[in-house]
């Protein structure tokens, strides 16, 4: 019990450093230095930044100015402190990296509609080290996966190219091109099509209650992570729920 609670709180803790790069690294700013708030730029405390618990101590309002801080704090840190306990283990700290990336890809995007090249660097670094790490086969890195990530990227990148970048960004081309060196070409290209339908059917939603537009734009990142999330821990059963549909 007391290992599960270390785990949690360990987890929660990661949360709290993600929502500072989702904040932070879309704007450009350093990720060191002592948090404040967004509202009065009051530096805070820390006793104002225990995860989780702070949030609720201060009734969601700035201890200074009284502003509703977001939810975003709590959920995330929460977010992360369940992912720590199901997945954690010091064999798969390269995949909980990995996630923690996908968290901060997820919200930044959906917020700010920006994915930071660092976070997308650090998310190909740890996945060369999943490989690494689960299949230390480097000839198979360079002609399967790096290949794999070309491949699935291609697409994108075509339309985003005559798009002239209005459908797609340049950082959905990097993004889908590392989940597809991560996943491989057949999982790589599967997470794509979940993300298309995904993000398709929360668009139309959209439309129907007239929060989006028909030409307004989108966050395609978040819906890449769902399908990056959804092939790298169910992947194999939905290669064989597929093999037993078509039956190949």
């Given amino acids: 019990m007391l290992n599960i609670i270390i785990i949690f709180i360990l987890g929660t803790a990661v949360g709290s450093f993600l929502n500072v790069l989702i904040d932070r690294l879309p704007k450009g700013e350093k990720i060191t230095g002592r948090s404040h708030c967004d509202y009065c730029k009051r530096k805070l405390r820390w006793y104002d930044l225990i995860p989780v618990a702070s949030f609720f101590i201060l009734k969601r309002k700035c201890r200074y100015c009284k502003k509703k801080l977001s939810l975003q704090y709590p959920v995330i840190e929460m977010l992360t402190g369940a ?12 995949l909980l990296a990995i996630v923690c990336c996908l968290i901060v890809i997820f919200f930044s995007d959906l917020k700010y509609h920006l994915i930071s090249d660092y976070i997308l660097l650090a998310l190909f670094v740890f996945s060369f080290f999943y490989h690494l790490t689960t299949n230390f086969n480097l000839s198979q890195l360079i002609s399967i996966y790096f290949l794999s990530g070309i491949i699935v990227a291609l697409p994108i990148f075509l339309i985003y190219f005559f798009s002239r970048e209005r459908a797609m960004g340049l950082g959905d081309v990097y993004l889908t091109a590392i989940i597809s060196f991560l996943l491989g070409w057949q999982m790589g290209f599967l997470a794509l099509y979940i993300a298309f339908v995904t993000g398709a059917i929360v668009g139309l939603i959209l439309i129907v209650l007239h929060r989006k537009k028909i030409k307004s734009r989108i966050a395609f990142g978040p819906f890449v992570v769902i399908g ?13 729920i597929i093999k037993k549909i078509y039956g190949f």
């Fill in 228 to 240: 990056t999330i959804i092939m790298l821990f169910w992947g194999e059963r939905i290669f064989e």
């Fill in 83 to 94: 992912i720590f306990l199901l997945i954690f283990n010091f064999q798969t700290i390269s």
